[in-house]
């Protein structure tokens, strides 16, 4: 089965800075790998995701996420913080060639970007 | 339609009610699921249906929670006899049902049991 760690529970950032929101995932064979972002009183809205090819994906917002199939790790990052980034951000995998689509998500983290 | 649709988008109920969700996924999603938060939290899965499949419910927290899909499409979550740790944010997600897609997600029904 697989699982989802996100390690952070709160992540505060200065406006302005480089954010980096971290996730871990265990799965049998290779990864689909997913971002969703939450803001409040939403239902969850997709970042990007991973499927196959370049390491580094580019999603909505400015957002990317690194691949890292050593680390088993898929870290959200933005070079610059904005103030409306703040929101709930989780992290998702399946496994591919399983004939399995359902996602496993993480427990989220909460981004605070500070002013 | 051009989205996952949801509704009410908020309800308020005397504990001991039964409460209907409404989720109404994007035309051609073969895929549902329902989950639960509570209080901007993680989300809990509840219930999965997949086209003419037998739903997985392995999540339902008790059996005053069951929900069904209508024609492939349209689903209802019902919650017998409401307690107030039933209150949450119910998201329904829909999915094309092929490996790496991903899910849509509503914008979520947020229950309160009073």
Known sequence: ?115 | GAGVSQSPSNKVTEKGKDVELRCDPISGHTALYWYRQSLGQGLEFLIYFQGNSAPDKSGLPSDRFSAERTGGSVSTLTIQRTQQEDSAVYLCASSLGVEGYGYTFGSGTRLTVV
């Open chain 1, 1 to 115: 089965a697989q699982s989802v760690a996100q390690p952070e529970d709160q992540v505060n950032v200065a406006e302005g800075n480089p954010l980096t929101v971290k996730c871990t995932y265990s799965v049998s064979g290779n990864p689909y790998l997913f971002w969703y972002v939450q803001y409040p009183n939403r239902g969850l809205q997709f970042l990007l995701k991973y499927i196959t090819g370049d390491n580094l994906v580019k999603g909505s917002y400015g957002f990317e996420a690194e691949f890292n199939k050593s680390q088993t790790s898929f870290h959200l990052k933005k070079p610059s913080a904005l103030v409306s980034d703040s929101a709930l951000y989780f992290c998702a995998v399946s496994p591919s060639g399983a004939g399995s689509y359902q996602l496993t998500f993480g427990k989220g983290t909460k981004l605070s970007v500070i002013p």
